[in-house]
């Protein structure tokens, strides 16, 4: 079956349902009834029939679907053995919660990106500083 080559609503809209559900655009890309992912960006591009829009929706929605999953992971109870918790378990949980974190802050940086207090007050303050000679 051939990739389609031209916009239509209908998978416009079928992208941006799976784009909800955290799938990225390259994986819904390669399977064959969903277009070229250079093809699917030149329609954000040229905002085809208002599809930028819904797009940066999709996208937004499927990031807060990837911060929710953030708290199933990090409440997940480690399995113990003979009364100790795994190490390695501990740490492969911190790696995805800390991969997942990294990822939403360039997704969407104003919302989960760190916060930085660039506040100034407009004070100068000047120290003299005198060496004992």
């Known amino acids: 079956m051939a990739r389609p080559s031209s916009y ?3 998978i416009a809209d079928r992208i941006c349902d799976r784009l909800m559900l955290g799938d990225s655009l390259n994986a819904i890309c ?3 009834a969903f277009p070229p992912e250079s093809t699917v960006r030149q329609w954000v ?3 085809r029939e208002g599809f930028s829009a819904k797009y940066a929706r999709a996208r937004e929605i499927g990031a807060d679907r990837e911060f929710d999953q953030l708290n199933a992971i990090a409440s997940e109870e480690p399995p ?6 795994d190490s390695g378990w501990v740490a492969w949980k911190r790696n995805q919660i800390d991969t997942m ?3 939403l802050a360039r997704k969407l940086p104003k919302k989960y990106g760190d916060k930085l207090d ?4 407009g004070e100068v303050a000047v120290k ?3 060496a004992d000679v």
């Open 8 to 10: 239509s609503e209908q």
């Open 30 to 32: 390669s399977e064959d």
């Open 45 to 47: 591009t040229d905002n």
């Open 80 to 85: 113990t053995v003979k009364g100790f918790v």
């Open 101 to 103: 974190k990294w990822s």
């Open 118 to 121: 660039l506040n100034h007050s």
């Open 128 to 130: 003299r500083v005198v």
